[in-house]
DNA sequence: TTGCAAAACGCAACAATGTTGCATTAAAAA
DNA sequence: TTTTTAATGCAACATTGTTGCGTTTTGCAA
């Protein structure tokens, strides 16, 4: 295993994720981070974390890809995934909801690996009164 | 509304559509129906026929997005696709699993408006011995 | 603290996928 | 058959993601 290094570009995309409340799609992370580093870099810093297990990556409903921290996750053990995801249609943020783990029975010919289950709605905080 | 028209595009694209046993792509669509039409003309009539309701967009879990006919569907009833995707890792399919409807509880303050499961594994046909 | 190997970077070029404008063609209704 | 306008082809553009390569920087170790 080589030896990951702690970057500027690296500090500043993974700050941008983790101070924000729904997942970054990586136009809107470099967006942010404009200035510290190249657009490619983004890209690069991503896959790296992903890699480490620091974020995870978020398929959403439009096929649009989003990153986002996972609380419930630390390196010591692999991402399992079984949660869902809140895709709002108004604001467009997507939530993690952690506490929702998913079961689904198929026939024991299928060999289920990973589960993937976005709802799209509306969040709380855009409901109408 | 206006009157969609029946053309020689839409009908070699729907074709390859019915005719697969697994959802396809659009560069995949290209590539089947090379020669009848131009490529941008696939991504229109893909757009129209998902607004016929006579196909449906599925995003598989690496954000690519793919084409199906939905068996239980018809054009009298607006999509509700609730039920649920096989994504194979190894032969890369997509099957539809339209018996295995799926129900999700989630706070009251969310409003819930769609489904998206895909589960990825290996189908049975790429099932090891 | 300094030197070094390689991890990470910037930049340029490329590739894949999807979109838009507009003049032309062809369905299907009159 | 004529007419209307939906649908097409083509060219140009936009966005998102990838690759190669020479250069910079990090973290370790002397």
Redo the contacts with the bound molecule.
Sequence with gaps: M?????????QAVLNEIANSSFAL???ELFERVKG??????V???L??LVTENKIHKIVNID???NYALCASCDDSHSHAHDHLHFSCVTCKKIECLEEHLIQVKLPETYQIKELFLTISGICPSCQPL
Tied chains: 1, 2.
Excluded: M
């Design positions: 080589t030896n990951p290094r702690n970057t500027k570009a690296k799609s990586q136009p510290t580093c190249d657009r490619v870099t890209y690069r810093v896959d790296r096929g649009t890809i």
